[in-house]
């Protein structure tokens, strides 16, 4: 099986996507947080299969955007896709914890597997792990790192804000 590959430039810095050849995104990762080598190369490089996705990522970064609508197919165990599937049902704008997101998938008691499944989503953005914040409220470790969660929750709750209707 071959895949493709692209990269795109947003405000959190360049991504790197990977597809499989039915189009599904399998990867939407940080550049530079996987070291590639020449797995990266080896890809299909094109940008034609990412149309979609990349239209709906600059909706999202533009604030018109609040949930995405492009096949999936993340890799990962029975859990980790559980865990993953259960970041979708986080409301764009808003926060959950990982006792939270832990009880979701019907797990109250693995809330530690639920952040180690949350480190290894490969499709960062899309499925939302950077809404999973400590059971205090406070930032916790991100794949893309701290500063560019930070961002992508500040931008959620501006366009959030902007929505709500006025007196």
Same mark, same amino acid.
């Given at each position: 099986?071959?895949?493709?590959?692209?990269?795109?430039?947003?405000?959190?810095?360049?991504?790197?996507?990977?597809?499989?050849?039915?189009?599904?995104?399998?990867?939407?990762?940080?550049? @530079?947080?996987?070291?590639?080598?020449?797995?990266?190369?080896?890809?299909? *490089?094109?940008?034609?299969?990412?149309?979609?996705?990349?239209?709906?990522? /600059? /909706?999202?970064?533009?604030? /018109?955007?609040?949930?995405?609508?492009?096949?999936?197919?993340?890799?990962?165990?029975?859990?980790?896709?559980?865990?993953?599937?259960?970041?979708?049902?986080?409301?764009?704008?808003?926060?959950?914890?990982?006792?939270?997101?832990?009880?979701?998938?019907?797990?109250?008691?693995?809330?530690?597997?639920?952040?180690?499944?949350?480190?290894?989503?490969?499709?960062?953005?899309?499925?939302?792990? *950077?809404?999973?914040?400590?059971?205090?409220?406070?930032?916790?470790?991100?794949?893309?790192? @701290?500063?560019?969660?930070?961002?992508? @929750? /500040?931008?959620?709750?501006?366009?959030?804000?902007?929505?709500?209707?006025?007196?």
């Amino acid at each position: 099986m071959s895949a493709w590959a692209t990269t795109v430039r947003s405000p959190v810095g360049v991504l790197d996507l990977i597809a499989d050849d039915d189009g599904a995104v399998t990867h939407l990762l940080f550049d @530079l947080e996987q070291p590639w080598d020449s797995a990266w190369w080896s890809l299909r *490089h094109d940008p034609r299969p990412f149309l979609d996705v990349v239209a709906q990522l /600059e /909706e999202y970064f533009a604030g /018109e955007r609040t949930q995405f609508d492009v096949p999936l197919a993340p890799r990962g165990t029975a859990f980790q896709r559980a865990a993953w599937d259960a970041l979708r049902a986080i409301p764009y704008g808003r926060t959950s914890s990982y006792v939270a997101q832990a009880r979701a998938i019907g797990r109250p008691s693995a809330a530690r597997a639920v952040g180690a499944a949350n480190g290894r989503n490969p499709i960062a953005v899309v499925l939302p792990c *950077h809404r999973v914040v400590g059971a205090s409220g406070s930032l916790t470790g991100y794949g893309g790192g @701290l500063d560019r969660k930070r961002w992508l @929750l /500040e931008h959620e709750r501006r366009h959030v804000t902007a929505r709500l209707p006025t007196a």
